[in-house]
């Protein structure tokens, strides 16, 4: 049951915009004990699907340039083949350790942005009131 929750919930903030794939691999590599590298494939692999009706719709509203997508595509491709390849060479407690690097180097500036904004809506409110 737990995992139809944290599934429904990291649906919906990828729904909203938010990066919520280390959510779920944080989930299966902790509560559920997977490998680090089987859990990155799962959550890439969720993302095809929860992706999928944002592609749709930025399909019909004409929003998606096809020519890059297919460029994007081809090297996504090859990057996912060499990724793989070369993570099955590296022991899991260094992916673990770059995956959390990688979420830290991108989670920081982004909560810095929010932080920045929050307080900014605060002294405007101030000075209003």
Do not use: W
Not at 8 to 16: I, K, Y
Not at 34 to 56: E, P, Y
Not at 104 to 111: A, D, K, R, T, Y
Request: charge should be positive; charged fraction near 10%.
């Amino acid at each position: 049951m737990i995992d139809f929750f944290v599934s429904a919930s990291v649906a919906l903030l990828s729904g909203l915009g938010v990066g919520s794939g280390g959510l779920l691999v944080v989930f299966l590599t902790e509560y559920r004990q997977v490998g680090q590298l089987f859990a990155q494939g799962i959550n890439l692999l969720f993302f095809i699907f929860s992706s999928g009706s944002a592609t749709a719709v930025n399909l019909r509203l004409r929003k998606i340039c096809c020519g890059s997508v297919l460029l994007m595509s081809i090297g996504g491709v090859i990057g996912a083949i060499v990724g793989a390849v070369g993570a099955s060479f590296i022991d899991p407690a260094y992916l673990r350790i770059g995956f959390g690097l990688m979420l830290l180097i991108g989670g920081v500036p982004s909560f810095l942005r929010s932080g920045r904004e929050v307080l900014m809506m605060l002294v405007r409110r101030k000075k209003a009131s």
